[in-house]
């Protein structure tokens, strides 16, 4: 993928040329995008996500995602980070790795443009990316149920992930994505990054694991062990070809 940057007043924006021409600190704005009859939809997190109408007949409808921080520091910092240079910030690091899987044609959201506003010794971060429409979060999913064949898909699509040396750093139920045909897509890599193969691996399934259980699949034990056994042998079988 070819990128381009563009400085602003109080920082820069990367962007790819191919889905959206030249965006502004505006793009990024979400009382200016509001004003514009823009904004489709919102979802709470962590970091709160905007869903957004495209800007252009040309261009796709976009999810807007602003940093923000989390455990025990976000009491008292909210969305700043400590300045140590552009290539490090949150949201240029995600956007370069995002660029990565889409040339690989793994299945996660695909880079639009990122922005970060440096603040003396602190930034602040943005990253736009295109809006997967007709997915649900696997979260929202477990209450009508998820049946083999999905969770083993889950499976050999994660694999497919840590084959590339992907790691997700937050693998959780609520940043896996499952669509009408029964696809995978992942999606929030804040702190992500591309490793050698190793243990990390098994750390992310546990993670993904620790999620499932908080969210109450651990209630019905029969089930709990249906999905996670068929997740599994879904990660057992390495992925070749291309996932799109």
Known sequence: MQFTRVPTATGAILYDPARISLPSDADFDPRWLDQQARIRGL???RGNAWFLAPRQ?????LVLRHFRRGGLIARWVDDQYLWTGESATRSFSEFKLLALMSDWA???ARPVAARYVREGLTYRADLLTVWIEGTRSLAACLASDVSRLQW????????AFHDA????????AHNILLDMDGHVHLIDFDR?????????????LQRLKRSLEKLGMAQDP????AGWEA?????????????R
């Open 57 to 61: 007949p040309d261009e796709p409808a």
């Open 152 to 159: 083993w898909q889950i499976g050999h699509t994660l694999r």
């Open 165 to 172: 040396g992907i790691d997700h750093a937050d693998l959780n």
């Open 231 to 243: 997740l599994q042998t879904g990660y057992a079988l390495p992925r070749k070809a291309p996932l």
């Open 192 to 204: 992500g990054r591309r490793r050698s193969l190793g243990r990390w691996r098994a750390g992310n």
């Open 222 to 225: 029969a089930l709990f062990h």
């Open 43 to 45: 979802a709470k997190g």
């Open 106 to 108: 793994l299945p996660a």
